[in-house]
């Protein structure tokens, strides 16, 4: 094969036997301009490296048959695949992996789960760098003219080697390493010239390495810096070996010259995408944690105090939900932008080496600002004014005038906390403060701001009495055919109508119930009240729907869910095919053998299992073999998504029709237009849920829309 890809699409071939991995592989790298192509074995592999080209591979490590370092020596072994990237993908992120991967031939690895964002970087950056490699060497048509050539071409362009022989002192290299230290033309080769082009600060390493090899016939491995033309400065992998002669003094060495340079910068940019945010570019939340610990560190030492502002803009949601999320993100980056220029050097702590260490991005439309070496709070002040003032005039986004105003919430170190923990979290209870009084506007931090704690503790006891009050009440949403407008089954909402708090949102106080230990007897509940309704919905010539129930991990795994789904079922004579029970993904991660015998009972008892949030982190193809699954549900962020310029769209299409193949029912969530819905519609899933159809509603609501409701031919 001889095809040169400067003349067609890149291609990446994708080697994973997870089906799911592989499509959301494909998908995100086609989105970005490359053909990718997917296999599930080594030996489909090799038939498909026989009949096309491909400039990068990725390799998982856990494969049917031969593993993933036995395919990458295979790899390696074969002439058109010799000086292709191999970018392994493993499970663990653990160093023996690592290492193998690496002796088996990988270029480089990435962890599971996989970060798509990241992938597409370091994908990029990994042909960049061997572009670079054949630039320096050869062409692919002038590797493979000889044996010799080719060997050469397998130690990749950017190899070179040398050999030092004792009785003459004489010394010979081949071109690349003239290449690496950067010659136009070759000087005379010595080990005086090498170790002269080796970085000051390094010289002194190998100098002890070849005394070493030359009194003790020990070979080398090292990592150092070269100086290169101009100055620049290149990272190098230097390995020598040395033969010993009768004295035990090396007779002759040999190394060989590896330059890294382009790999290291790639590593250091992948480092840098996953302690920053990628939309913004500023650092994320944990780069921020261990930032704010080493700035702390040093303030607490030398008797400074600093200042963390904790920032977000105030009813930035409704941007998101009238103008879109591609008008909220261009948002966000305008207001990152402001942040870094409203700052003066004066305000910035010192960011060793890191250009935006003063201002973070911890997700959403919440932001911070670090002010080092202040002599007292309100030296905090004008900076907090500034960014309001920065932030309050008008933003043009897209074809849009928007006007925005937002809250901040200071804390100063050490008086609010001597750790980046309780700093960052005294700010953001100062910052809640701050948009409870009126927004637009900046609050310090006092002990008081601790009622939000106290606040807690009320709900939690106001929880446990809910059940007693009566206080918790279910809300019922349809789930439709989109082609005939019959309810098909409807979900069980659970919410809490507290006297003291007022409504309290399932995803405030469903995780409050898990951690009092309080979610089977609220779950429990819910699956009686669902299934007690459920039976008045049954009237002699019409098809009722199903009633499905969420299930948290905590009532999977405890044991005793099988026992309560027969009861109710039993005591409001349901048929068990009638009740849909929801488990999360995160539910069953672990393949928890508990979790793992309660669904295959349920479903032996006829209850239908559906997983809920389909394709937000851990899908896997196991997920539906392993377990009993019947129904996957769509999760409402790949719906969102629909008709903008996200890349989404393809995914959809392709997990509904995996799903047939399966024969699994397919429920969309999160439908809010008429665009997602005609979208679904003609991907033929088999129900949608959502506002744009129908919002939650009484049970009394409901019956009366049920009446109103076609029925299914």
Not at 23 to 43: K, Q
Not at 182 to 193: A, I, K, N
Not at 630 to 635: A, F, L, N, S
Request: hydrophobic fraction near 40%; charge should be negative.
């Amino acid at each position: 094969m001889t095809e040169s890809r400067y003349h067609r699409t890149p291609r990446v071939l994708v080697i994973d036997d997870d089906p799911i991995v592989r499509l959301l592989a494909c998908e995100s790298l086609e989105a970005i301009g490359f053909d990718a192509f997917g296999v599930d074995d080594g030996d489909s592999a090799i038939e498909q490296i026989e009949d096309r080209t491909f400039d990068l591979i990725l390799l998982d490590v856990q494969l049917p048959g031969r593993d993933g370092f036995q395919v990458c020596r295979t790899l390696r072994s074969m002439p058109d695949t010799a000086d292709v990237p191999i970018l392994m993908i493993t499970a663990r992120n653990d160093t023996d992996c690592i290492d193998r991967a690496f002796q088996a031939g990988a270029t480089d690895f990435i962890a599971k789960p996989l970060d798509w964002h990241v992938l597409r970087y370091r994908i990029r950056f990994l042909l960049r760098a061997h572009d670079t490699m054949l630039e320096l060497g050869l062409t692919h048509a002038e590797l493979q003219a000889s044996e010799q050539r080719l060997a050469s071409a397998q130690r990749l362009a950017r190899i070179g080697n040398w050999e030092w022989t004792a009785e003459t002192n004489e010394m010979l290299w081949s071109p690349e390493v003239c290449r690496i230290l950067g010659h136009l033309t070759q000087p005379e080769p010595s080990l005086e010239s090498l170790v002269q082009a080796v970085h000051p600060s390094d010289r002194e390493l190998v100098l002890k390495a070849i005394q070493a090899a030359s009194t003790e016939a020990r070979g080398w491995r090292l990592e150092h810096r070269l100086i290169g033309d101009a100055g620049r400065v290149l990272t190098v992998h230097h390995q020598a070996e040395a033969f010993p002669g009768p004295d035990g003094r090396a007779e002759r060495i040999v190394g060989t010259l590896q330059d890294l340079t382009e790999l290291r910068r790639a590593q250091q940019q992948a480092r840098f995408l996953i302690g920053h945010d990628g939309l913004t570019g500023l650092p994320n939340r944990h780069q921020l944690g261990e930032y704010l610990e080493r700035v702390l560190g040093r303030s607490n030492v030398r008797g400074e105090s600093v200042a963390l502002l904790c920032l977000d803009l105030d009813r930035f949601k409704r941007v998101n939900d009238t103008l879109g999320h591609e008008v909220g993100d261009a948002l966000l980056r305008s207001v990152s932008q402001r942040l870094l220029a409203c700052l003066r050097p004066t305000d910035a702590v010192a960011r060793e080496g890191n250009d935006h260490g003063s201002v973070t991005r911890l997700g959403g439309d919440e932001f911070t600002v670090l002010i080092g070496d202040i002599r007292s709070p309100d030296d905090a002040v004008p900076v907090a004014r500034r960014v309001i003032r920065a932030l309050s005039r008008p933003f043009s986004v897209n074809g849009h005038r928007l006007v925005m105003s937002s809250s901040i919430g200071i804390a100063v170190a050490p008086s609010d906390g001597r750790d980046a923990e309780t700093l960052l979290r005294n700010a953001e209870s100062a910052m809640y403060d701050a948009k409870q009084r009126g927004r637009g506007g900046y609050r310090f931090f006092n002990a008081s701001m601790n009622e939000r704690a106290v606040r807690n503790l009320q709900m939690e006891n106001a929880l446990r009495a809910t059940l007693d009050r009566g206080e918790l009440e279910i809300e019922y949403q349809p789930q439709i055919d989109p082609r005939t407008g019959h309810v098909g089954a409807v979900e069980a909402l659970a919410r809490w109508s507290s006297e003291e708090f007022g409504s309290v949102p399932p995803d405030e106080f469903i995780p409050l119930a898990e951690e009092l230990g309080m979610i089977e007897s609220i779950g429990s509940w819910v699956l009686r009240t669902a299934c007690e309704r459920a039976k008045s919905w049954e009237r002699p010539g019409t098809i009722a729907p199903r009633i499905g129930v969420n299930v948290s991990s905590h009532q999977v795994q405890a044991g005793r869910l099988v026992e309560l789904v027969e009861s109710a079922l039993r005591e409001f004579d349901v048929a068990p095919e009638r009740l849909e029970l929801e488990v999360t993904e995160s539910a069953l991660i672990d393949d928890d053998e508990a979790a793992t015998e309660t669904l295959r009972a349920l479903a032996e008892l006829g209850v239908r299992i559906a997983l809920d949030d389909f394709g937000t982190g851990y899908s896997s193809l196991s997920h539906l073999i392993r377990f009993p699954i019947h129904v996957i549900k769509i999760d409402r962020s790949f719906v969102s998504r629909i008709g903008t310029s996200d890349s989404r769209d393809a995914i959809i299409p392709a997990v509904t029709a995996m799903a047939k193949q399966l024969g699994l029912g397919v429920v969309a969530e999160g439908v809010e237009t008429a665009e997602q819905q005609a979208f679904l519609a003609r991907l033929d899933c088999s129900l949608l849920q959502g506002f744009w159809l129908a919002e939650p509603m009484s049970g009394d609501d409901l019956e009366a829309f049920l009446l109103d409701a076609p029925q299914p031919s």
